[in-house]
T-cell receptor
């Protein structure tokens, strides 16, 4: 079945470079979320898209982080001028509707390593 | 921001033993969720709780929404090797559009 997919699965980059992480949500899901999972930590909320509404960017840690969702489907998380502290697993999730829909389906994540 | 205290951080148990882990919050939550994450995968929802005092089972898993609405526990009975993974609690403080807050996880290892 078609679950949430993310690419690449692993990304190694040099400090100062920009990276783009991609998320393909489950078809028909209107809500899409990005989380960051650092080693030994829980899931840190980054950004949330719901339909055509303005995204909730309250979790983005700095202005180096941005995300867009094109056509209400695929989303790209961009990190500019990467820093070593950006190293983490970036998880994407989708659901049928907004926060009130508790069944968020997660992708396998992108492991980002900044050297 | 919101913090969830999840304990224990890790557990090593013998196959067949029962397991208990819990989550506490300084704020009142109106939803508690428990997820499991296998290596290299995203978290998968195990149980969702919506009412104080609610006790819900999913196979060998049982979770409860604490009466005070500030805590929840997850029990696993008769553990098996495939129970290995990281278990996360998550909660929401208000109904409507607020983000889930996640605990730091309990890493479970099962010794056959």
């Amino acid at each position: 079945g078609a679950g949430v997919s993310q690419s690449p699965s692993n990304k190694v980059t040099e400090k100062g470079k920009d990276v783009e992480l991609r998320c393909d949500p489950i078809s028909g899901h209107t809500a899409l979320y990005w989380y960051r999972q650092s080693l030994g930590q829980g899931l840190e909320f980054l950004i949330y898209f719901q339909g055509n509404s303005a995204p909730d960017k309250s979790g983005l840690p700095s202005d180096r982080f941005s995300a867009e969702r094109t056509g209400g489907s695929v989303s790209t998380l961009t990190i500019q001028r990467t820093q070593q502290e950006d190293s983490a697993v970036y998880l994407c999730a989708s659901s049928f509707s907004g926060w009130g829909a508790d069944t968020q389906y997660f992708g396998p994540g992108t492991r980002l390593t900044v050297l | 921001g919101q913090q969830l205290n999840q304990s224990p951080q890790s557990m090593f148990i013998q196959e067949g033993e029962d397991v208990s882990m819990n989550c506490t919050s300084s704020s009142i939550f109106n939803t508690w969720l428990w997820y499991k994450q296998d290596p290299g995968e995203g978290p998968v929802l195990l149980i969702a709780l919506y009412k104080a005092g609610e006790l819900t089972s999913n196979g060998r898993l049982t979770a409860q929404f604490g009466i005070t609405r500030k805590d929840s526990f997850l029990n696993i009975s008769a553990s098996i090797p495939s129970d290995v993974g990281i278990y996360f609690c998550a909660g929401r403080t208000y109904s409507g559009n607020t983000p889930l807050v996640f605990g730091k996880g309990t890493r479970l290892s099962v010794i056959a």
